[in-house]
Nanobody, 121 residues
């Protein structure tokens, strides 16, 4: 199982980014795919989850309206669109997968990517 994130960058406040997570060696049926970020000195924060069976999406209140998760089932790619970027969004963003319903707090996954860095200045 391999998850590979990309799309992280140095961006200005108010900008947008789309992160991608390419999944291989894993069947995404009946699974939750999600995004988590980790900034130095802070706890891991679950940002979004998508349940592959029906496309249901989940977000914590803290990011609703700015973060959008989506999936290209044919290409096995999961995206995270981030709009109106703020300095506090600076972190390493990770893609995760678990063969279950989306986890509580959207941050406990079985499989992980290596992360992609987002820096907002």
């Amino acid at each position: 199982v391999q998850l590979v994130e990309s799309g992280g960058d140095l961006v200005q406040v108010g900008g947008s980014l789309r992160l991608s997570c390419v999944v291989s060696g894993y069947t995404l049926s009946r699974s939750c795919m999600g995004w988590v970020r980790h900034a130095p000195g802070k706890e891991r924060e679950g940002l979004a989850g998508i349940y592959t069976t029906d496309g249901s999406t989940y977000y914590p209140d803290s990011v609703k309206g700015r973060f959008t998760i989506s999936r290209d089932a044919a290409k096995n790619i999961v995206y995270l669109q981030i709009d109106n970027l703020k300095p506090e969004d600076t972190a390493t963003y990770y893609c995760g997968a678990v063969q279950a319903y989306c986890p509580y707090k959207l941050r406990d996954y079985t499989y992980w990517g290596q992360g992609t860095q987002v820096t907002v200045s």
